[in-house]
């Protein structure tokens, strides 16, 4: 089955869905707003997976195990030059109203003629911080 | 101390050199490469650090823990639009001959008048690996 794309006109609106589609488990919502082609995602301790359906079952393998309930993101730095847009964004993962991890991300837009899609997630959770290291 | 910024014509040639810095604990090539501002760097299991100098800083601290004794790089996916690429790169690091870890990195470089300069390095380790997934 060939999900219909998503519409997004900025880096902004599309990353909004993404954390939406991810706080409630949305596969279908999730996996509009990936690209077909040229994408990789990498969750937290995992390999690379290069291939949009892998990608969109592991967003349902996730989404199956999730023990969260909630997600709060907030944009640590943000870039965007003609059709590329990268963000990188701390998420701290909420269970019961407190933070039970927090994992930093670096997501990849590209805008195509249809508008933005995600085109890259690299996920790492953060286990120790140092001197001078900040989540936002 | 201020240090001048070397001259990288191709996203290609700067990942090139960062990975020989990488590679001989080359501090001084490491300052070079980077940019002034709008920086992210985050290591393995690590905060994200927004800082230059305090990059720097967090590489001569590894250079200086350094015990492997070569890395190879494998560019798994690579963009380029106008004055920004990425890069996604399976890092294979080497102690006597053998791969002692996978680390992949998001590498991010922007385009300035004097040439290409890296502005984010987002490593994580790969703990596990399931279907589907590559390091290529």
Redesign the interface.
């Known amino acids: 089955m060939k999900k219909s794309k998503l519409q997004f006109k900025t880096p902004d609106d599309i990353e909004a869905v993404f954390y939406e589609a991810f706080m409630h488990c949305d596969a279908d919502v999730m996996a509009g707003l990936w690209a077909a082609e040229?994408v990789?995602c990498?969750h937290?301790?995992?390999?690379?997976?290069?291939?949009y359906k892998?990608i969109i079952?592991?967003w349902g393998n996730i989404f199956n195990n999730a023990q969260r309930n909630g997600i709060k993101y907030t944009v640590?730095?943000a870039?965007v030059?003609?059709?590329?847009a990268?963000h990188?964004v701390?998420e701290e993962m909420l269970s019961s109203g407190r933070v039970s991890a927090?994992v930093?991300a670096?997501n990849?837009y590209?805008k195509f003629d249809s508008g933005w899609l995600m085109?890259?997630h690299?996920?790492?959770?953060?286990?120790?911080?140092?001197?001078?290291?900040?989540?936002q």
Chains 1, 2 share one sequence.
């Open positions: 040229g990789v990498i937290p301790g995992s390999g690379a997976i290069v291939d892998t079952r592991s640590v730095n870039l030059s003609n059709d590329l990268v990188v701390a927090v930093l670096t990849v590209r085109i890259e690299h996920a790492s959770l953060v286990q120790h911080r140092s001197e001078g290291q900040t989540l």
